[in-house]
């Protein structure tokens, strides 16, 4: 199929190497230069998305790339989604829409009946694009799995775009990661790399420079870029869980302090980044083997791909005992989607929609009872709160349904009926709205609860994009952006 637009995909010698951001910092950056720029990502691994204008579901670091980008969300940025639910398997999306689950072997075997969906994205996108940033996913020399790939080379292949090979230097070994990728391409797949960036230096880059001369000699990749440490990057949403293993170790400082327990299935997890974002909160996320903190302000229950493995798990650190002991200390406790979920008295799983298990206990701090059954809720939602009437945006992702006298007393009043829960004052809340802390009325309103009197400052909304502006910035200073423009194909 003919291609009326230019093309670029950024692949990584790994995961967690910066291609998400880099893809974000490019898309506002051509956008400002007056191109009608999208992103793009054939197939993501996320427990952490976004509902889009069809009422399917994405990857969250498309959501983020499209915002770069001034476009509202569509599934085309992100054809296929894989959502974790196990250490092997998983839920499938294919263009927004969930169509089982299945374990890694047999995905593997399912991936090349999903190339063609995946071009299809990629063209539908273009018939409104001057320039498409592809983002690779993971390595792209998992050579092991190339003969069914479709997130990598073997998409680049199928529709024809050049590639640019990203390398993180803060994890060190960036000159053997860029060479050693190169070395196990095959011939073909080497001369669809045209270049490469080095993200997240720290330092004096002229102390880099006689390294350039060495991946020149060795593999005759072109540098378009030694990309210094982006700080601010951490004021962006992230993908990935494993941006999580730094949360908190940054911020050691707040007069508010909210425990999130980090549960194995953790999803939605941006929903913290506005509270992490106010000077005068920390976010303390608790790992496995830590006992919440007795001096929490706020217990946080985050959203779950797997309301009762994560419920078990809650249990077995004996996360259960330290949230009862900090209720009756007078604590707050805030549950958002499966964490909201976890609050009531019992959770059902009649069709098995998570695993064998077919209910549970939940927490008892509301009384309610959440049943899991279809059809998934995905959808926008806009409302008003009942701590001040402010409103509230964002959208709701869930399987399940909660009912119960603790019903009677909503948080909000969304799409024009009552959600969630506010208990006792509100000290106990619950909600299926992700994004309730984005806006930064409600946000204030809730942490003026927990110290009377404080004064806010903080425009989240406009601090993200004031951020992607920045990035922009630092892309077009450090990286020679017209070169990249040209090679795009």
């Given at each position: 199929?003919?291609?009326?637009?230019?093309?670029?995909?950024?692949?990584?010698?790994?995961?967690?190497?910066?291609?998400?951001?880099?893809?974000?910092?490019?898309?506002?950056?051509?956008?400002?230069?007056?191109?009608?720029?999208?992103?793009?990502?054939?197939?993501?691994?996320?427990?952490?998305?976004?509902?889009?204008?069809?009422?399917?579901?994405?990857?969250?670091?498309?959501?983020?790339?499209?915002?770069?980008?001034?476009?509202?969300?569509?599934?085309?940025?992100?054809?296929?989604?894989?959502?974790?639910?196990?250490?092997?398997?998983?839920?499938?999306?294919?263009?927004?829409?969930?169509?089982?689950?299945?374990?890694?072997?047999?995905?593997?075997?399912?991936?090349?009946?999903?190339?063609?969906?995946?071009?299809?994205?990629?063209?539908?996108?273009?018939?409104?694009?001057?320039?498409?940033?592809?983002?690779?996913?993971?390595?792209?020399?998992?050579?092991?799995?190339?003969?069914?790939?479709?997130?990598?080379?073997?998409?680049?292949?199928?529709?024809?775009?050049?590639?640019?090979?990203?390398?993180?230097?803060?994890?060190?070994?960036?000159?053997?990661?860029?060479?050693?990728?190169?070395?196990?391409?095959?011939?073909?797949?080497?001369?669809?790399?045209?270049?490469?960036?080095?993200?997240?230096?720290?330092?004096?880059?002229?102390?880099?420079?006689?390294?350039?001369?060495?991946?020149?000699?060795?593999?005759?990749?072109?540098?378009?870029?030694?990309?210094?440490?982006?700080?601010?990057?951490?004021?962006?949403?992230?993908?990935?869980?494993?941006?999580?293993?730094?949360?908190?170790?940054?911020?050691?400082?707040?007069?508010?302090?909210?425990?999130?327990?980090?549960?194995?299935?953790?999803?939605?997890?941006?929903?913290?980044?506005?509270?992490?974002?106010?000077?005068?909160?920390?976010?303390?996320?608790?790992?496995?083997?830590?006992?919440?903190?007795?001096?929490?302000?706020?217990?946080?229950?985050?959203?779950?791909?797997?309301?009762?493995?994560?419920?078990?798990?809650?249990?077995?650190?004996?996360?259960?005992?330290?949230?009862?002991?900090?209720?009756?200390?007078?604590?707050?406790?805030?549950?958002?989607?499966?964490?909201?979920?976890?609050?009531?008295?019992?959770?059902?799983?009649?069709?098995?929609?998570?695993?064998?298990?077919?209910?549970?206990?939940g927490l008892g701090l509301l009384d309610m009872e959440t049943v899991l059954k279809g059809p998934k809720t995905l959808r926008a939602a806009e409302g008003v709160s009942v701590l001040d009437d402010s409103i509230v945006r964002g959208y709701e992702m869930h399987m399940g349904v909660s009912e119960g006298p603790a019903r009677q007393s909503p948080l909000l009043t969304l799409?024009?009926?009552?959600?969630?829960?506010?208990?006792?004052?509100?000290?106990?809340?619950?909600?299926?709205?992700?994004?309730?802390?984005?806006?930064?009325?409600?946000?204030?309103?809730?942490?003026?609860?927990?110290?009377?009197?404080?004064?806010?400052?903080?425009?989240?909304?406009?601090?993200?994009?004031?951020?992607?502006?920045?990035?922009?910035?630092?892309?077009?200073?450090?990286?020679?952006?017209?070169?990249?423009?040209?090679?795009?194909?």
């Open positions: 199929m003919a291609k009326s637009f230019k093309s670029l995909m950024l692949q990584g010698t790994g995961s967690d190497v910066g291609k998400s951001l880099l893809v974000a910092g490019l898309c506002r950056a051509y956008v400002r230069r007056g191109l009608k720029v999208a992103p793009f990502k054939p197939q993501n691994m996320s427990n952490n998305a976004a509902v889009t204008i069809e009422g399917g579901e994405i990857g969250r670091a498309q959501a983020l790339q499209a915002r770069a980008c001034g476009l509202d969300l569509t599934v085309h940025m992100n054809p296929v989604l894989l959502k974790p639910q196990t250490d092997v398997g998983a839920q499938v999306v294919v263009q927004g829409a969930v169509i089982g689950n299945c374990s890694a072997r047999d995905y593997t075997k399912m991936k090349p009946s999903l190339m063609p969906k995946v071009l299809e994205s990629f063209h539908k996108l273009g018939e409104t694009a001057d320039l498409i940033l592809v983002e690779g996913a993971g390595s792209a020399a998992e050579v092991n799995l190339r003969a069914s790939d479709i997130a990598n080379m073997g998409f680049a292949e199928a529709a024809d775009v050049p590639v640019i090979l990203i390398g993180d230097i803060d994890r060190g070994g960036v000159i053997a990661s860029l060479v050693g990728t190169h070395v196990l391409l095959p011939r073909a797949e080497q001369d669809r790399l045209k270049g490469y960036l080095i993200n997240k230096f720290r330092g004096d880059v002229t102390i880099f420079e006689p390294a350039l001369d060495i991946i020149r000699e060795k593999c005759g990749l072109k540098s378009f870029g030694v990309v210094p440490f982006f700080h601010k990057a951490a004021l962006l949403p992230d993908e990935d869980a494993m941006s999580l293993d730094q949360r908190g170790k940054d911020q050691a400082t707040g007069s508010i302090k909210i425990v999130v327990p980090r549960f194995p299935r953790i999803a939605n997890f941006d929903d913290l980044d506005p509270l992490r974002a106010e000077a005068d909160v920390f976010v303390d996320i608790v790992e496995a083997g830590r006992a919440l903190p007795g001096d929490a302000d706020v217990i946080l229950l985050p959203g779950s791909k797997a309301t009762l493995s994560d419920l078990a798990f809650v249990r077995e650190q004996g996360w259960d005992i330290d949230i009862q002991a900090h209720v009756r200390r007078g604590g707050h406790v805030v549950g958002l989607c499966g964490g909201y979920q976890m609050m009531g008295c019992k959770v059902y799983d009649p069709d098995g929609i998570e695993g064998p298990v077919t209910e549970m206990d799409n024009g009926e009552d959600e969630g829960v506010y208990h006792d004052h509100g000290r106990l809340i619950g909600s299926y709205l992700h994004g309730l802390f984005n806006e930064d009325a409600f946000r204030n309103a809730y942490l003026s609860t927990l110290r009377e009197g404080r004064q806010a400052a903080l425009s989240y909304e406009q601090q993200i994009d004031q951020v992607l502006d920045q990035l922009a910035d630092h892309l077009e200073e450090y990286c020679d952006l017209d070169g990249l423009l040209e090679l795009a194909s």
